[in-house]
Structure formats: C-alpha cells, structure tokens
C-alpha cells in the first residue's frame, strides 16, 4: 500500500486530495503509519495513532487541532526530539528513525522554530543566525556573510550586530526563523511561531513568513490553533483531532500565491475557516 | 535626545554624591569630637585619623602585612572558586547525589562558620595556611550554591534548539551550559571575595603575628584608636579593589547579561 492511497482512506469524504500529492517523485517529506504512545506505570495514552501526510516540494501545510491532540508531539517527532512508537518518517525517502535512533544526519538537514525564539543572550543576532552553522563547522567569514544575508531577508537588516534584549518579540522571532533557514533546511518546522505574539505583530509575522518562504521555496510544516492563520499561510490545512491524534481531514487552500492579507475577507477564505471551525467545535465535543 | 543626556547624569549621580557624602561625613565627625570633647583615645578628629594614615600608609611593615592579608584572601578565593564550581556543576548535574548531600550541605550553611576559626587555627597553626583555609570556607558556599543553581537553570527551551541542532556534549557546554551558568558563577564570586577577606581578617584576629587583622588587634592593645581606624580604613580600600577586579571581570565576561547591562551604581 503507497503511503497515498492510505493517506486517501483516512481522509474523511469532505477533504481534497491535493492533485499534488500523487508526482510521489517529489516528496519531501513522508509519514507512513506515524503513531505515538506514552506509557507510564498508571497510564497509557495513545497520543497519536496511524498518521498519514506526505507533502511535497515547495509546500506549505499547516496543522490545526485543539490542545492535546499531539500536534506538538508530531512536530518534536518530525524535528527528530522524539521517537515514534509506529511507523515510518522519511525525509527524501531517507528515514529519520531508525528504531529509537535518531538518523543525525537527517535531523542536521532541518530548521526548527518553536513557539518561543529561544535565542542565546549571549550571542548577537548575527552569531544567534549563524549558530547552527558553527555547529556544523563553518568558517567564520562565509556564515557570518551568510547571517547578513538572512538578516536582510527576514526584515532585520541594520540589526546584525543587536543583542536579543533590544529587539521585540516579533523581531526575536525572525532572528529563529533566520537561524532555521541558515543550513538552507530541506524542511522548516514550525512549532505555533508566532502564539506569543500580539494579533497585530502575528498577521505582520504571517505575511513576512509568507513572503520568506516564497523566497526560499522552502517546504514548510506549519503547527497552529488558529485557524485564520492556517488558511492563510497553507497551501493544504491539516486537521488533527484529539484522543487519539488523527488526521480528520485534509483541505486544500487554492488561493494564489503570494496572497494579501485582503484574501481573509474574501467570501470562500470565510466558508473554509468557518467549516474548519465547526470541525473543531465537534472535537471539543466528543 | 533628552533621554540620552537623562541616562548620563543618572550614571554621573554617584560619583558626584559620594564625594559630596564622604566630606559631610567628615565635617559632622570633626565637629562632633569638638563640641563633645570626647577622648582621643576613643574617638579621635578625622585630621589625627589622616595624619596616622599617612604614616601607617609610608612603613613598610603595613605593606608587608596588606600583602600577606591580600595574599590569603585570594589564596582562599581561588581554592573556594575552583572547589566550589567543580561542586556546584556536580551537584547540579546529579541530582541524587545533592538530593543525599542536602541535608548536610544545609547543615553546615546554618553553622556560624566564624566560631570554627579557632579550630582551624588549631590545626593548620598559626602561619597563613589557617587564614587561607578559613577565607576558602566562607567563600566557598556561595560560589557553590550559586554555580549549582546557575547549572539547573538552563533554559529548557535553549537545550532543544542545541538538540535540534544536533549538537555534540561539547558544543552544548561551550554554547550554552557554561555561557549560561557564567552570571551565577559570578555572582557567587561577588559574594565570596567579600566573606575570603573577612575570613583572612578573622583568622588573623585570632592568632598569628602577621596580616593587618594582627596590625588591628596591636592597635587595640596599644589603645591607638587613630592607628586602628587607619588600618581599618586601608583594608576596606583593599576589600573595595577586590570587589571592583571581580566586578570588572563581570562586565568582561558577561556584557550581555541584565546585571551588568541595568548596572547603575558607581562603577557604571
């Protein structure tokens, strides 16, 4: 069985398949059977159970679900932190786990930015930009010029030489976004980026987040519980319900890209994000 | 602009307060002794206390003895630093072992360490060796305690970013674990200069024919209240030059850090 056509059965009958998911050629990124469980000597929770997703080159797919239906232990699993109880994740048909191994080769080819920057005190944006660099063993002149780069490109142009303390939260959080697209990721995950973020700095953040992934043609896991911001930014959306985390439905976001943040009042944008709601409102009640 | 110059005269404030202070100090002093005509042998003018300064300041002896009284507060501040951050990082890093220690490590915190200075003097004698070993105790425990916690307070968030790096043990310490436990060391060691030099001063009090705690307590026997207040006062400057070195390390190592960067006291 190809990882499709069990991604098809689990969908329920709402969701579009996206007609990009079939060129199987260009998969970025595979999961195949994903589940996860916790056990402890009282309990033993099912936190997610026979994930499906394979999402291709190019593509921006967010993931929305209520609190505790395993989005973040998705993530940390993608992002190689933690190790499936079930099946198989492929980056590039290579598999990141090998048992409760983690492949470091792989993990080494993707950028994470969690809910907070996470940023070293210590260290200017610039070197904070070009840490995972370092780590890998780059010389000094072609990261730093590197981290120039990437400074410019999420909008902290002039800011290369700040400490973290003098930048806002906003600009702390392109500082984490510039240090995971450093080693030019095969993959960005992103971990609810911008949930500390006041509304108004979050659809600046969603644009300009937009805008740098367009730029880089990166492939993007996107985690988040708001809706509005999963449609706007995904090229797919994906729906994870709680207990035990599955994959609900998946909905394909056909407007253009780039898109206005207009796109938001637009009649359909709102029918989507309304049935997504109503789809999480049903999980809250089962 | 107005905000700039506000935060330059905020950081000259001290330095023009405190000499301000130090003269009305003085003036209150002399005219104090005048009107009350207290004894000089307790309470002697602020003008008698210069002039003995100057004397006690160009013997060569009050040299001898700061030396040796400087030389066992940093003997012990050393010992204390490297002990006490190789204690703290471990404790720190094993809990089962500091959860069994605890209870003697709070222990020996409550004893007043001051009152096992005869003890000490009974076994490592009357030289420098007691007064080096009594400054490591007192300055010790802060360094530490402040080491362990600066350890255990990572952030839990900065590990994952390193493990999502794939970073090496020794790229995380070099990174992050030592340039994050570095402002608790620090702080630790502000504290511990201050308690070496009461414990050399203490061990000197106590026994031993060298070290301006023994200059002191000649003083005392000889009921020269200038001499002694002279003293007193060349080993507060020498206390207050070891504070502002470690002070200055502080601004060295760690410029980034909100103590050093919301500092606004005299150094500032």
């Known amino acids: 069985m190809s990882p499709d056509s069990a991604e098809a059965v689990k969908t329920t009958a709402g969701a579009r398949q996206s007609s990009r998911t079939g060129a199987a050629g260009a998969a970025k990124l595979e999961l195949i059977g994903v589940g996860k469980e916790f056990r402890t000597k009282r309990a033993h929770t099912v936190a997610l159970s026979d994930i499906n997703l394979t999402i291709n080159d190019g593509e921006f797919v967010s993931i929305i679900g209520r609190s505790g239906c395993g989005k973040t232990t998705l993530l940390r699993m993608l992002a190689g932190l933690l190790s499936p109880t079930t099946g198989r994740i492929l980056v590039e048909g290579r598999s990141l786990w090998n048992g409760t191994k983690v492949d470091t080769s792989v993990v080494s080819q993707l950028g994470v930015v969690f809910q907070e920057a996470n940023l070293f005190p210590w260290y200017s944006v610039a070197e904070n930009i070009a840490l995972p660099l370092q780590l890998r063993g780059d010389d000094k002149a072609s990261r730093m010029k590197r981290a120039y780069e990437l400074a410019e490109l999420v909008g ?88 035990p985390g599955r994959i609900h439905q998946i909905r394909t976001i056909d407007f253009p890209k780039p898109r206005s943040i207009d796109v938001q009042t637009e009649p359909e944008f709102g029918v989507i994000v309304r049935e997504l709601r109503h789809a999480l409102d049903e999980d809250e009640k089962r | 602009m107005r ?127 007691s007064k080096v070993v009594i400054s490591a105790m007192l300055a010790f425990f802060p360094i530490m305690l402040n080491t362990q916690l600066g350890v255990r307070s990572v952030e839990a968030g900065q590990r994952e970013v390193m493990r999502s790096l794939n970073a090496t043990r020794w790229q995380t310490f ?81 410029p980034w850090h909100e103590s050093v960067y919301g500092q606004q006291d005299l150094n500032g």
């Open chain 1, 156 to 243: 902290l142009g002039g800011f290369e030489r700040s400490y973290p303390r003098e930048l806002s939260g906003g600009m702390r959080q392109r500082v984490a976004i510039a240090r995971a697209l450093s080693i030019n990721p095969k993959l960005l995950l992103m971990d609810e980026p911008f949930g500390a973020l006041d509304a108004l700095t979050r659809e600046r953040m969603n644009l300009e987040l937009q805008r740098i992934s367009l730029a880089t043609k990166a492939t993007v896991v996107f985690i988040t519980h708001d809706i509005n911001e999963a449609v706007f930014l995904g090229d797919r959306v994906v729906h994870l319900t709680p207990r």
């Open chain 2, 3 to 129: 905000g700039v110059s506000r935060d330059r005269s905020r950081k000259l404030l001290p330095w023009i307060s405190t000499p301000i202070i130090l003269v009305l100090a003085f003036v209150a002093w002399d005219v104090f002794v005048r009107v009350s005509e207290i004894s000089d042998a307790v309470l002697p003018p602020p003008g008698r206390v210069l002039s003995e300064m100057v004397t006690v300041l160009t013997t060569a002896e009050t040299w001898e003895h700061a030396w040796i009284t400087t030389s066992e507060t940093l003997g012990g501040f050393l010992i204390a630093l490297v002990v006490g951050v190789v204690a703290g990082v471990v404790l720190g890093k094993v809990p089962w072992l500091e959860l069994s220690l605890r209870p003697v490590i709070v222990a020996s915190q409550v004893v007043p360490k001051v009152a096992l200075v005869p003890l000490f003097v009974i076994w490592f004698g009357f030289g420098i060796t």
């Open chain 2, 174 to 254: 070099r990174h992050l674990e030592m340039k994050s436990t570095l402002p608790y060391v620090l702080a630790g060691m502000e504290v511990g200069i201050v308690l070496a030099i009461i414990g050399a001063i203490v061990g000197e009090y106590l026994g031993g024919s060298e070290g301006l705690g023994y200059m002191l307590v000649r003083t005392l026997n000889d009921l020269n209240a200038s001499a002694m207040f002279a003293t007193t006062i060349l080993l507060s400057l020498i206390g207050l030059l070891l504070y502002f070195v470690v002070n200055a390390l502080k601004r060295f190592l760690i």
